[in-house]
């Protein structure tokens, strides 16, 4: 069983930048790869970045590519999400998500562990 929480979001001006954090329980924690998405009210979950188990491997949306680091400290058990040179379409709710095995995946569905989310919020 894995437990996560996101924390980190907030309202930054277009060009700013962010770092959410993505807090885990659970003693296997540094065996699930994570994922980022986000949703906005009415649309589908947009899956943003994902990170191997070990850390060493990383895909992005192509929306957020050269944008976005993605990144963990397994010590910690924490996944970072690294967001620069924002946007206002990047406003959205940001959650984070755990699987195992089969990176890397970008559908929601396949993720067994959720966090409940947290609001980004970019001014023009």
């Known amino acids: 069983q894995v437990q996560l929480v996101e924390s980190g979001g907030g309202l930054v001006q277009a060009g700013g930048s962010l770092r959410l954090s993505c807090a885990a329980s659970g003693r296997t924690f540094s065996t699930y790869d994570v994922g980022w998405f986000r949703q906005n009210l009415g649309k589908e979950r947009e899956f943003v970045a994902a990170?191997?188990?070990?850390?060493?491997?990383?895909y992005y949306a192509d929306s957020v590519k050269g944008r976005f680091t993605i990144s963990r400290d397994n010590a910690k058990s924490t996944v970072y999400l690294q967001m620069s040179s924002l946007k206002p379409e990047d406003t959205a709710v940001y959650s984070c998500?755990?699987?195992?095995?089969?990176?890397?995946?970008?559908?929601?569905?396949?993720?067994?562990?959720w966090g409940q989310g947290t609001q980004v919020t970019v001014s023009s």
């Open positions: 998500a755990a699987k195992f095995g089969g990176f890397p995946n970008a559908k929601p569905s396949d993720y067994e562990y």
């Open positions: 990170i191997r188990w070990g850390g060493r491997s990383t």
